[in-house]
């Protein structure tokens, strides 16, 4: 499963591929999704930082930018980071494991708060294990 996330306007960046977002401090995001069975699955994160205000790139610890919930259980963002774009004007989007997350049987939900303004995210994706 993979979320895109909703364009707002203005904080919308073309990345060469697709329109990714930007986060403003304090917004939220929830996803409602189901599962035929409880399982465990990888979650990760598709995105960049943003540029400083001396128009450099740098690596995004993500503790420090999200709080991330998958029913209700925090995800641990600890040592999660995004790194940096080798280019200062050539947005490369990274994908980071967050690490594994439990799924439920029926209803669950994915909750993410920003802390910060910023950065710039694609996407969310739960991946099976095998």
Do not use: H
């Amino acid at each position: 499963m993979s979320a895109e996330l909703p364009q707002w306007g203005a904080a919308s960046v073309y990345s060469g591929t697709s329109y990714i977002t930007t986060w403003p401090a304090e917004a939220e995001l929830a996803i409602d999704f189901n599962a035929d069975a409880a399982k465990t699955m990888a979650l990760s994160i598709t995105g960049a930082p943003k540029m400083n205000s001396s128009w450099q790139y740098e690596d995004l610890n993500l503790a420090e930018a999200f709080e991330i919930k998958v029913n209700d259980v925090a995800v641990d963002l600890a040592e999660k980071v995004l790194p940096a774009p080798a280019g200062m004007w050539q947005l490369e989007l990274a994908e980071v494991d967050l690490g594994d997350v439990a799924i439920k049987a029926g209803a669950n939900k994915l909750t993410v708060k920003a802390l910060v303004d910023g950065p710039y995210v694609d996407c969310f994706k739960l991946t099976p294990r095998a």
